[in-house]
């Protein structure tokens, strides 16, 4: 049997593959159908076949967000070869790390990059560098035309590796979580049930994807959710609050980050009457204000559906969908993630390794079939992530209910979850120590109306040197991705330390609490 994740997705394409498929919803409208996903990722998939590629080479993508890019993905996963997806606000420097680490046999890049990232990849012994745009242009449509639209996926087994997702390292240095074809799959059959994914017979849902296509969130949960159940999809290239509420109407699905939600909030034109059609607001990747969750119960009569995972894990718990059938009698409740999927083990370890009773805080540890497959070419930090007993380490602190029911309420690592992103702040800290006149910094996540979280920095001058805190902002967007340069920059004389030397950065963070207040 071939375990090839294509095959899945293909095999639940409605009958009728001449429907639409995806509809473009910002700009002039286009419309694919499932007959050209399955063609245009079969030539794509084709040209990378006649590469003749070692297996299980990888394929870095950082382009734009088209529905180029998520054939693109498909093809990958057709060839059987790694898809390697990266944040499209990364710059050189981060390029060179994530180009030198993957060491992929192919790149594609939007053609305005291609000058610098082709001489990267080069260096790293790339082969094949390939543009995509998000105008349907590029060399990769171009080589790919003369391929047959006929592809048979190359066999894969579950555990064969379909994707690397880059995470932040708390060390600073990113980390290649490898998920399996197996790994994907069974979190995307989990997820269909449990949400009640409406076939096309049972009125069929419409998923409005409005999300990045480099994480998790877009690329698997929703993109995969769609696929699975044949879906259409009405496709935003970018997040627009008015423009979204526009087509709601038309939607039934809708999944974003907290951030999504806030302005969705803001909109005048959102309300009852936009999510008339609605069946389901799912809300992840960084933790939903229990004020939010209220208003958009009152202003739309919809209860967000909170969930959580990781790229590591892809998604752990959910909130009942009380639609279902099969969900559990108690309702969603703000400020909860919810039950642990159906074959996903939670347990919350206290100090020492001892099990936690209910309402007591621990380690959230988990096991089940969408637990990765370790960092790539990482296995000492693998190894450390996980427990003798074979549990991956969360990193997030959290308590059960008695029902079983997930409540976080902190991480033991040092992350900034700023728009549903993360931020390490021992990254932006070795940046901003290298520019000139700075002595040492300390970054923080303080509350942000918008974004959650937002990173703030505290700059310690060199004695007899001058900074400049917006020349700083200036000089940190130039070298790494926009979401990671903070947004406020202060000077100190010295950084508050502990007995031990260690920074006290909760110090920190009560001092700046108000930095973005009203
Ligand atoms: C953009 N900017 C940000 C962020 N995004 N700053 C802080 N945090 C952010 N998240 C900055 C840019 O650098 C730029 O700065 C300015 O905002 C405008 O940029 P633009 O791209 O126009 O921003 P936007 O379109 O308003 O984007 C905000 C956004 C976006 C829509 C909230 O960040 C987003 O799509 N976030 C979703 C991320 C996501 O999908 N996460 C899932 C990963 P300047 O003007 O100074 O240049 S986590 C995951 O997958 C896990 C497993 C899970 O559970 O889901």
């Given at each position: 049997m071939n375990n090839n994740l294509y095959c899945a997705l293909r095999d639940a394409f409605p009958k009728d593959i001449d429907q639409t498929a995806i509809e473009t919803a910002d700009g002039e409208p286009l419309f694919y159908t499932w007959r050209d996903l399955d063609r245009s990722s079969a030539m794509i998939a084709n040209l990378f076949q006649s590469l003749d590629l070692p297996a299980d080479s990888r394929v870095l993508v950082q382009t734009d967000k088209s529905v180029e890019t998520l054939i693109l993905y498909l093809a990958v996963l057709r060839a059987g070869l790694?898809?390697?997806?990266?944040?499209?606000?990364?710059?050189?420097?981060?390029?060179?790390?994530?180009?030198?680490?993957?060491?992929?046999?192919?790149?594609?890049?939007?053609?305005?990059?291609?000058?610098?990232?082709?001489?990267?990849?080069?260096?790293?012994?790339?082969?094949?560098?390939?543009?995509?745009?998000?105008?349907?242009?590029?060399?990769?449509?171009?080589?790919?035309?003369?391929?047959?639209?006929?592809?048979?996926?190359?066999?894969?087994?579950?555990?064969?590796?379909?994707?690397?997702?880059?995470?932040?390292?708390?060390?600073?240095?990113?980390?290649?979580?490898?998920?399996?074809?197996?790994?994907?799959?069974?979190?995307?059959?989990?997820?269909?049930?449990?949400?009640?994914?409406?076939?096309?017979?049972?009125?069929?849902?419409?998923?409005?994807?409005?999300?990045?296509?480099?994480?998790?969130?877009?690329?698997?949960?929703?993109?995969?959710?769609?696929?699975?159940?044949?879906?259409?999809?009405?496709?935003?290239?970018?997040?627009?609050?008015?423009?979204?509420t526009a087509r709601l109407p038309e939607a039934t699905v809708f999944m974003g980050v907290p951030t999504l939600y806030v302005r969705l909030l803001a909109e005048p034109s959102f309300g009852a009457v936009a999510c008339r059609n609605m069946r389901l607001?799912?809300?992840?990747?960084?933790?939903?204000?229990?004020?939010?969750?209220?208003?958009?119960?009152?202003?739309?009569?919809?209860?967000?559906?909170?969930?959580?995972?990781?790229?590591?894990?892809?998604?752990?718990?959910?909130?009942?969908?009380?639609?279902?059938?099969?969900?559990?009698?108690?309702?969603?409740?703000?400020?909860?993630?919810?039950f642990a999927l159906p074959g996903v083990d939670l347990r919350i370890s206290g100090d020492g390794g001892s099990l936690c009773q209910p309402g007591e805080i621990g380690a959230v540890e988990v096991r089940g079939p969408s637990i990765f497959q370790g960092y790539w070419r990482m296995p000492e930090k693998t190894a450390e992530e996980f427990s003798a007993d074979g549990w991956f380490k969360t990193g997030d602190v959290g308590h059960l209910d008695s029902h079983g029911r997930l409540t976080l309420i902190g991480r033991s690592k040092d992350l900034i979850i700023s728009g549903g992103y993360n931020v390490y702040p021992a990254e932006v800290e070795g940046y901003l120590n290298e520019l000139p006149g700075?002595?040492?910094?300390?970054?923080?996540?303080?509350?942000?109306?918008?974004?959650?979280?937002?990173?703030?920095?505290?700059?310690?001058?060199?004695?007899?040197?001058?900074?400049?805190?917006?020349?700083?902002?200036?000089?940190?967007?130039?070298?790494?991705?926009?979401?990671?340069?903070?947004?406020?920059?202060?000077?100190?004389?010295?950084?508050?330390?502990?007995?031990?030397?260690?920074?006290?950065?909760?110090?920190?963070?009560?001092?700046?609490?108000?930095?973005?207040?009203g």
């Open positions: 790694v898809y390697v997806p990266l944040n499209s606000a990364y710059q050189a420097s981060e390029l060179e790390y994530f180009i030198g680490n993957a060491e992929p046999a192919v790149v594609v890049c939007a053609s305005r990059d291609f000058g610098w990232i082709s001489k990267i990849a080069f260096r790293a012994g790339t082969q094949h560098t390939y543009t995509l745009d998000d105008d349907r242009s590029g060399s990769l449509l171009q080589r790919a035309a003369h391929h047959s639209g006929q592809q048979v996926p190359v066999p894969r087994t579950s555990a064969d590796v379909a994707t690397i997702i880059y995470t932040s390292g708390t060390t600073g240095r990113s980390k290649g979580a490898m998920l399996s074809h197996g790994n994907l799959l069974s979190n995307a059959q989990v997820l269909k049930t449990l949400w009640g994914w409406r076939s096309a017979a049972e009125g069929g849902d419409v998923l409005i994807h409005a999300l990045p296509l480099f994480h998790v969130h877009g690329l698997f949960v929703a993109s995969h959710g769609a696929l699975l159940n044949g879906s259409k999809m009405l496709w935003f290239a970018k997040f627009d609050a008015r423009a979204v607001f799912i809300s992840g990747s960084a933790p939903l204000l229990a004020e939010t969750f209220r208003q958009f119960s009152e202003r739309t009569g919809h209860t967000i559906l909170e969930r959580y995972g990781m790229s590591e894990t892809v998604m752990l718990t959910s909130n009942p969908n009380t639609t279902s059938p099969e969900a559990p009698p108690l309702g969603r409740i703000a400020g909860t993630v919810g700075v002595d040492e910094s300390a970054v923080i996540g303080v509350p942000h109306p918008d974004f959650g979280e937002a990173v703030v920095a505290v700059l310690v001058p060199r004695a007899g040197s001058t900074v400049d805190p917006q020349a700083c902002i200036a000089a940190l967007k130039q070298r790494i991705a926009g979401f990671k340069v903070p947004k406020q920059v202060t000077l100190a004389d010295h950084l508050p330390r502990n007995a031990m030397g260690k920074v006290q950065k909760a110090l920190l963070r009560e001092q700046h609490r108000a930095a973005f207040a």
